[in-house]
């Protein structure tokens, strides 16, 4: 599986856009890129997965440049609610069912 | 909505003693998963499960093993618990692949080994 690269921690405030940038320099053809959400004392939640160019749903866009290479997970207006860890994921749609998770992305909203 | 179901919110046990950690889905999902969540290490893959009395070892299996008797539990056993197994224990279930979509996630079994 590819490995992703992601910050460590980001802060932000109540209304304010964030956008978290993951690299997967190694992607292969047949992966996708899913990104989590983990509030303290849960287990993780799918947000979001895309392919290539653009994909948004109620929560979240992911944005995905044509080589791939990258991917940015975009928040509109956070809220103190939206405060968690984000992971970004490679996995495939065949034969492997582990999914990788990194340290992720700590996101803080404050008031 | 899929419900994955942790028995335990929290446990403390001693060391030497034999842990059984349950997990049961109720949406038919033929995958189920147990994770270790450690702070500053992310999630790390135990076991996983793709079928009925099927088990594969995941990127850390030493010192637990794994039990999927029926189709909707998977329990996770530590034969023999030691202090550096204390952690947070997830358990995922999912329908496929699918790349990554669709994996639902129980709440955790806080794991307190003394």
């Known amino acids: 599986l590819a490995k992703t690269t992601q910050p460590i921690s980001m802060d932000s405030y109540e209304g304010q856009e964030v956008n978290i940038t993951c690299s997967h320099n190694n992607i292969a053809t047949n992966d996708y890129i899913t990104w989590y959400q983990q509030f303290p004392s849960q287990g993780p939640r799918f947000i979001i997965q895309g392919y290539k160019t653009k994909v948004t749903n109620e929560v979240a866009s992911l944005f995905i440049p044509a080589d791939r290479k990258s991917s940015t997970l975009s928040l509109p207006r956070v809220s103190l609610s939206d405060t968690a860890v984000y992971y970004c994921l490679v996995a495939r749609t065949s034969n492997d069912y582990k999914l990788s998770f990194g340290a992720g992305t700590t996101v803080t909203v404050r008031a | ?114």
């Open chain 2, 1 to 114: 909505d899929v419900k994955v179901t942790q028995s335990s919110r929290y446990l403390v046990k001693r060391t030497g003693e034999k842990v059984f950690l349950e997990c049961v889905q109720d949406m038919d999902h033929e995958n189920m998963f147990w994770y270790r969540q450690d702070p500053g290490l992310g999630l790390r893959l135990i076991y996983f499960s793709y079928d009925v009395k099927m088990k594969e070892k995941g990127d850390i299996p030493e010192g637990y093993s794994v039990s999927r008797e029926k189709k909707e539990r998977f329990s996770l056993i530590l034969e023999s618990a030691s202090t550096n197994q204390t952690s947070m224990y997830l358990c995922a279930s999912s329908s496929g692949p699918q790349g990554g979509y669709g994996y639902t996630f129980g709440s955790g079994t806080r794991l307190t080994v003394v």
